[in-house]
């Protein structure tokens, strides 16, 4: 059975025991999550979602955080100018091994939903700002329309 699961802003064709490198992903080792978000389940039939499979899943462990290879970025003005410039970059990654394919009824399994780590910073910033929000003193009375002021004198 094989599945093919979105994630990162990837698509990856996955068995059970495959072993990836996704975006990183806010999990640590040894964890268990789970990708809802599947495309396609293949096996016996082939059932091709629109645009996703109801129901699927694909069940992973967390083998650890990673980074990937160094990626070097040299930038050089032409002409009349000297300037130049080298940029490297180490991707954050996540490795992690497929443990099973859920062809349906994955919403009741009572794993975690792998999530990336920009959606758990975003849902912890608005839980930050909700929490800010309700203890946070009354605010103060309005002032005043200047016609209503003028009217008063």
Same mark, same amino acid.
């Given at each position: ?15 059970a025991?495959?072993v990836l490198?996704?975006?990183k992903?806010a999990a ?11 495309l ?15 129901g ?15 990626v ?6 032409r002409?009349?100018?000297s ?7 180490r ?5 992690v ?5 859920i062809?349906?009824?994955?919403g ?5 939903? %792998?999530t990336g780590? &920009?959606?758990?910073?975003? =849902?912890?910033?608005? /839980?930050? @700002?909700?929490? #800010?929000?309700? %203890?946070?003193?009354? &605010?103060k009375?309005?002032r =005043?329309?200047?016609a /209503?002021? @003028?009217a008063? #004198?």
């Amino acid at each position: 059975m094989f599945a093919v699961l979105k994630t990162g802003g990837k698509q990856y064709r996955v068995q059970a025991g495959d072993v990836l490198r996704v975006e990183k992903l806010a999990a640590t080792a040894g964890e268990t999550i789970q990708f809802n978000d599947i495309l396609m389940v293949g096996g016996d039939t082939l059932t091709i979602g629109s645009p996703l499979v109801d129901g699927a899943a694909v069940q992973a462990e967390v083998i650890d955080q990673i980074k990937g290879v160094k990626v070097i970025h040299y930038v050089k003005r032409r002409r009349k100018h000297s300037s130049q410039r080298t940029k490297g970059h180490r991707q954050h990654l996540t490795l992690v091994r497929v443990t099973g394919i859920i062809a349906s009824g994955a919403g009741s399994t009572g794993v975690p939903v %792998a999530t990336g780590t &920009a959606h758990a910073r975003r =849902a912890a910033h608005t /839980a930050g @700002a909700v929490a #800010e929000v309700a %203890a946070e003193a009354p &605010a103060k009375p309005k002032r =005043a329309p200047r016609a /209503a002021a @003028a009217a008063k #004198e």
